[in-house]
């Protein structure tokens, strides 16, 4: 199904990985891995890699340094970190470097797999405490001001903006397709028309530019 490396030092943290993916994602490939090295080595060995799941702190990582070793390596394998910091500023800076998600080692079983599984869908992921960490920080400092200048947000359609709404919320494009009844098709399609008006390069960027709008002010337009 999938070929997934998981890059972790921690041996009971790289188990209970193994096992989310092995229960939420059947036949699929995993291999492990302990240091930053061994991880490079395997990602240009298996090129078909879906999904790297990268640890911050293990050995050769120096923090984020390792994840843009690994980017330049292999632009095209998603990675995910996966670690303990819950620091708003080192996830933001994290999905600025290339990861397409942040999962907290906090996380509950059924989350992590709700993560994965979203990512591996071609979605990006953060964890909702963040996002909304992130809102009310952006809506402190900028005295309620949008961060998104008004002419952006007056280009955008009326389905575009229920789209971006539920965006904030932090749902899927299937949970936005099943809310808004539309197929998933079309959200993907809003989804970039949204990313290219809002002149964003990914969903996060998009998430949190929009997180202190008045939604219901522009609907009621």
Known sequence: MYKILIADDHPLFREAIHNVIRDGFPDSEILETADLDSALALTLEHDDLDLVLLDLNMPGMH????????????????????????DKQVVLQAITYGAVGFITKSSPR???????????????????DIIRS????????????PSIPPEL??????????VLERMTKGESNKQIAYNLDIAETTVKAHVSAILRKLNVHNRVQ????A????????LRR
């Open 63 to 86: 923090g984020l340094n390792g994840l843009i070793n690994l980017r330049n390596e292999a632009p095209t394998i998603p990675v995910v970190i996966v670690s303990a910091e819950q």
């Open 110 to 128: 059924a989350q992590m797999t709700e993560a994965i599984e979203q990512i591996l869908n071609g979605n990006v992921y953060l964890p909702s």
């Open 134 to 145: 992130q809102k009310s920080s952006s809506r402190h400092s900028h005295h309620n001001e």
């Open 153 to 162: 947000l007056q280009a955008l359609t009326r389905k575009q903006l229920l």
């Open 206 to 209: 998009a998430i949190l530019s």
């Open 211 to 218: 997180g202190d709008i008045d939604f219901t002010a522009y």
